[in-house]
């Protein structure tokens, strides 16, 4: 199924510094109906969800990135557009940091290697919380 951003079911932002993982994901979550953009390093997502025009529902952020990594970048994130529901991704042990903002629900966590079927799950799940809450 092909996206033109139309009738979609919501605005992912796909923050990795993988390059292959970023791509795949689009592709996945794409053909989920989702509209998404992708961006390299926290530095990259705060510029591409500053300049749209049409917001984020949500955001799928790696915690361990070059430059700014996820923690830092969901504090800015947060600070731009509170509403915004962001899931947290990581491969290694969370620190004390990450910990604290799962725990408060600020953010969801998925951990690497995940399954499409989990991812879908949780942004669902993400996704229904938030639209349930406004």
Known sequence: MMNNGLNSNGRILIVDDEEELR????IYLEHLGYDTVVAEDGENALEIFKSKKRKFELVLLDIKMPRIGGKETTQMLKEIDPDVQIILTSGYPTDEKSRELIRSNIVDFLEKPFTLA??????????HKS????
């Open 131 to 134: 639209s349930v809450n406004a």
């Open 118 to 127: 989990d991812l879908s799950k949780v942004i669902t799940s993400k996704l």
């Open 23 to 26: 791509r795949m994901l689009k």
